[in-house]
């Protein structure tokens, strides 16, 4: 079973109530359940860092991978996927949050995973809902991420580059629980 058929799976769990999911560490390990299951054969293991798979930290934006599945034989690594669930308002820098961690699945695309996902959940509408100026416009009015992106709040001084083009589509849970699944290009 592909990533993306699980991930649909598993919101569809979520649902009709099999599972609930409240934050960011519920959503995590529910979702390494159903990896666990639908791939037997493979290995996977959360937090680890890039170092495990012999990259060099200092080449990443980020160091901890969410998910990640392997071939624990060979250690090949095979899918990562960043996880994101926020619930504390802090609106544009989880935004600029969910950017970095699409940087961060193109470095380990790059750096040698056969795939890399983001997988964001919201239940603030604000997040999907609302104006469509500035950062907002990528997850709010559908504008495509790519290129620089610069950090909206504070010093304003960072800026994550993409490659790949990402349209945030959000799809409907239950309520005002919707999600986005966005696979590294």
């Given at each position: 079973?592909?990533?993306?058929?699980?991930?649909?799976?598993?919101?569809?769990?979520?649902?009709?109530?099999?599972?609930?999911?409240?934050?960011?560490?519920?959503?995590?390990?529910?979702?390494?359940?159903?990896?666990?299951?639908?791939?037997?054969?493979?290995?996977?293991?959360?937090?680890?860092?890039?170092?495990?798979?012999?990259?060099?930290?200092?080449?990443?934006?980020?160091r901890e991978?969410?998910?990640?599945?392997?071939?624990?034989?060979?250690?090949?690594?095979?899918?990562?996927?960043?996880?994101?669930?926020?619930?504390?308002?802090?609106?544009?820098?989880?935004?600029?949050?969910?950017?970095?961690?699409?940087?961060f699945a193109?470095?380990?695309?790059?750096?040698?995973?056969?795939?890399?996902?983001?997988?964001?959940?919201?239940?603030?509408?604000?997040?999907?809902?609302?104006?469509?100026?500035?950062?907002?416009?990528?997850?709010?009015?559908?504008k495509a991420?790519?290129?620089?992106?610069?950090?909206?709040?504070?010093?304003?001084?960072?800026?994550?580059?993409?490659?790949?083009?990402?349209?945030?589509?959000?799809?409907?849970?239950?309520?005002?629980?919707?999600?986005?699944?966005?696979?590294?290009?």
């Amino acid at each position: 079973m592909k990533i993306d058929e699980i991930v649909v799976s598993f919101v569809d769990e979520i649902a009709r109530g099999v599972v609930e999911i409240y934050n960011e560490f519920s959503l995590q390990h529910e979702l390494g359940i159903r990896f666990r299951e639908y791939l037997p054969d493979q290995k996977v293991q959360f937090e680890r860092n890039v170092s495990f798979f012999e990259f060099d930290k200092a080449a990443f934006v980020k160091r901890e991978i969410d998910i990640v599945v392997y071939d624990d034989l060979a250690r090949n690594p095979e899918v990562a996927i960043e996880l994101k669930y926020p619930k504390n308002g802090q609106h544009p820098e989880q935004m600029f949050s969910f950017c970095k961690d699409i940087a961060f699945a193109e470095q380990l695309k790059t750096a040698g995973f056969q795939d890399a996902y983001v997988l964001i959940f919201a239940d603030d509408r604000l997040f999907y809902e609302g104006r469509e100026q500035g950062i907002y416009s990528y997850f709010r009015g559908g504008k495509a991420l790519t290129g620089p992106i610069r950090k909206p709040t504070g010093r304003q001084d960072q800026v994550l580059y993409l490659r790949g083009e990402y349209a945030i589509t959000w799809l409907p849970v239950m309520g005002t629980l919707k999600y986005s699944l966005i696979k590294a290009q």
